[in-house]
């Protein structure tokens, strides 16, 4: 059965720390990794991460990919309160022609001042 | 461009009353996707279209769920009866349906089923 796993599931740190989210997958058909932050809302769009090795950064974020390992992490730089939010990482796989996502059940993150 | 936009935000309904939940996808999108999400839990597929037609239905609970796109743009998702384990929110997401294009949420519809 596929599946997405997150660790950890939930994770306090203080303003300016470093984190690292974890996120292992086992997804037929994979095609890409994809990194979700989700406040009170939608889930935002993040990363999406195809080739393996090939780190993405945005800002003090920043992703990798290892396919032959099936994991891929995030980090978060000084972390500031704002980054508080769950987030969620998702494998996307190719049924036929379209494509669809397996989401892991989160990591809550709570930066405190 | 404007996002993925969904209505009601919140309802609260009784069990085995029925609900509906309204998606307007970004506009050009052909893919539309529901998810529930349980609290505590990531989203998990409903039903998939692809333009006016449904790609993946094969977690939908067809005996009380339906989903329809007519004309491929909007998106309504009916629960009849309802029932307490419904309680989650109801997430709405779009795509252009190519390769490697990115799915965008909208800010999901809270229902309560008491």
């Known amino acids: 059965e596929d599946k997405v796993v997150q660790s950890p599931l939930s994770l306090v740190v203080h303003e300016g720390d470093t984190v690292t989210l974890n996120c292992s997958y086992e997804?037929?058909?994979?095609?890409?990794l994809l990194w979700y932050k989700q406040e009170k809302k939608a889930p935002t769009f993040l990363f999406m991460l195809t080739s393996s090795g090939i780190e993405k950064k945005s800002g003090r974020l920043s992703s990798i990919l290892d396919k032959k390992e099936l994991f891929s992490i995030l980090n978060i730089t000084a972390t500031q309160t704002g980054d508080s939010a769950i987030y969620l990482c998702?494998?996307?796989?190719?049924?036929?022609?379209?494509?669809?996502?397996?989401f892991g059940k989160g990591t809550k993150l709570s930066v405190k001042p | 461009e404007a996002g993925v936009a969904q209505s009601p935000r919140y309802k609260i309904i009784e069990k085995r009353q029925s609900v509906a939940f309204w998606c307007n996808p970004i506009s050009g999108h052909a893919t539309l996707y529901w998810y529930q999400q349980i609290l505590g839990q990531g989203p998990k597929l409903l039903i998939q279209f692809q333009n006016n037609g449904v790609v993946d239905d094969s977690q939908l609970p067809k005996d009380r769920f339906s989903a329809e796109r007519l004309k491929g743009v909007d998106s309504t998702l009916k629960i009849q009866p309802a029932k307490l384990e419904d309680s989650a929110v109801y997430l709405c997401?779009?795509?252009?349906?190519?390769?490697?294009?990115?799915?965008?949420f909208g800010n999901g519809t809270r229902l309560t089923v008491t």
């Open positions: 998702a494998g996307l796989y190719f049924g036929g022609s379209q494509g669809n996502l397996i």
């Open positions: 997804v037929t058909n994979f095609r890409s």
């Open positions: 997401a779009s795509s252009l349906g190519q390769t490697g294009s990115p799915l965008h």
